[in-house]
């Protein structure tokens, strides 16, 4: 795919309410999946009947020379829900994204994926906005890490 044909859309996100756990070592993604799914399974959010979303971001990021490097994965939770031992809730503001769709599963490059947006942004007559940077992981959340479609969250100011 040629960057000038990158499927982008321009989403305004609205403010979420998310527990954030957070996984560290040389697969912090994994690791952080599998404290959200014990976690969803202790609180009951895979039963409540409400829709959740998951979003996920590098915290702390990757160090040269370091194999070690964070993740924090988020779960969209109501006002029953609250901070308690490692798990912090709070309020996401939410904001203006360019957000892209991936297939990790099919051969998309997460890493590549994220250089592809930012040229877009470059090239885009948007500037880069100071908000949080995500990834949206959809899948089934018991399959283990749910990486079979992301959207990708650059965020973006108008």
């Not at 960057?3 to 560290?24: F, H, M, Q, S, T």
């Not at 969209?76 to 829900?81: F, P, Y």
Request: aromatic letters at 12%; one cysteine or more.
């Amino acid at each position: 795919m040629h960057d000038e044909e990158l499927p982008v859309r321009i989403v305004r996100l609205e403010p979420l309410r998310v527990a954030c756990l957070n996984g560290y070592g040389a697969s912090p993604e994994r690791t952080a999946f599998e404290l959200l799914r014990a976690y969803v399974r202790e609180k009951g959010l895979d039963r409540d009947g409400k829709p959740h979303r998951y979003f996920g971001y590098n915290n702390p990021n990757p160090s040269p020379g370091s194999p070690n490097y964070g993740y924090d994965v988020w779960v969209t939770v109501d006002e029953s829900i609250q901070s308690e031992g490692d798990v912090r809730v709070f309020d996401f503001p939410g904001g203006l994204y360019a957000v892209m769709r991936i297939h990790p599963k099919d051969g998309d490059d997460i890493h590549r994926s994220w250089m592809k947006l930012v040229a877009w942004r470059e090239r885009s007559p948007y500037r880069m906005g100071s908000h949080q940077w995500l990834e949206e992981h959809f899948g089934d959340l018991e399959q283990g890490f749910p990486d079979l479609v992301l959207d990708l969250y650059m965020p973006i100011a108008e």
